[in-house]
């Protein structure tokens, strides 16, 4: 259930640490617990064994070949900045493009905005990003929970995913799509009036070990999504894109900051 239509969804799953929306469910529910009697002979939870790398994606890269990475490439820097913290030196031309097609809704409903479940939640303000005209906005995740914490963020929020396109105008929410716990919707920019991307983390294996990044661009006039992903990286790598995402909540957050005082 989005904001615009959940009531009394509670903020119990937050955590303060950067990590925390990324791995709370994920990874530890399930595990097995240690037996009472450490002579008895436990069952080893296939989860606790280390796996190797998955196959990385084939075949050549963008590598500055590609026309909407090219055109966009200032918009789009931010997002590649932040995984490049877990994979040191990389670019948007380090990435393949899988897929162009054209994209269609999960769902489209009647969108009637709620009021923040606290006065001190920010979630929308900081994921909910406006198009240029202000006819769209741009709810990267609506499963998310955002609160102010000192000076930091505490992020949490329910352990699935969903991101949306809210027409302003038309009061209509187009859901774009959505994550169990395998993976999540963590940024979002305009690129024009009428195209946005959205970025995104899922798993590349069954136990959580590896983890891949996805970048997808849409056009709202021709309903056209062109995605592209990354190289696989270890979950340890990953949680440095992890803390590179958390400042990036943070530096939105201290810019809207004064717009929020008004």
Same mark, same amino acid.
């Given at each position: 259930?989005?904001?615009? #239509? /959940? ?11 950067? #990590? ?10 399930? /595990? ?11 069952? +080893?939870?296939? &989860?606790?064994?280390? =796996? ?18 090219? =055109? ?7 997002? &590649? ?19 162009? +097609?054209?994209? &269609? ?21 900081? %994921? ?24 930091? %963020? ?11 396109? #809210?027409?302003?105008?038309?009061? =209509?929410? &187009? ?38 990044? /996805? %970048?997808?661009?849409?056009? #709202? ?5 062109? +995605? ?21 909540? %943070?530096? =939105? ?7 929020? /005082?008004?």
């Amino acid at each position: 259930m989005s904001r615009s #239509i /959940r009531s009394g969804v509670g903020i119990a799953l937050a955590l303060l640490v950067a #990590i925390a929306p990324l791995a709370c469910s994920r990874k530890q529910a399930g /595990r097995g617990a240690p037996s009472e009697n450490p002579s008895e002979h436990a069952v +080893e939870n296939p &989860a606790d064994v280390p =796996r190797p790398c998955p196959p990385q994606p084939t075949g050549p890269q963008t590598a500055g070949r590609d026309s909407l990475l090219n =055109r966009f490439r200032s918009e789009l820097e931010p997002w &590649a900045a932040m995984w490049a913290a877990a994979q040191p030196g990389f670019g948007l031309d380090s990435t393949w493009r899988v897929s162009r +097609e054209r994209w &269609a809704p999960v769902d489209v409903r009647p969108y009637e905005p709620l009021p923040p479940e606290s006065e001190d939640d920010v979630t929308l303000d900081i %994921l909910g990003i406006r198009s240029p005209d202000g006819r769209y906005t741009l709810d990267v995740d609506s499963y998310q929970s955002i609160q102010p914490h000192g000076d930091d %963020l505490e992020v949490g929020g329910e352990p699935d995913s969903q991101s949306s396109l #809210i027409d302003e105008r038309a009061k =209509r929410e &187009a859901i774009l799509g959505q994550f169990g716990t395998t993976g999540g919707y963590h940024w979002g920019a305009w690129l024009t009036a009428s195209s946005f991307a959205l970025g995104s983390w899922r798993e590349a294996d069954d136990y959580g070990q590896w983890l891949q990044a /996805r %970048l997808a661009i849409y056009s #709202i006039p021709d309903s056209s999504v062109s +995605e592209y992903e990354t190289r696989i990286v270890s979950e340890a790598d990953y949680q440095r894109y992890a803390a590179a995402w958390h400042r990036w909540l %943070l530096e =939105r957050y201290r810019s809207l900051k004064p717009r929020r /005082r008004v």
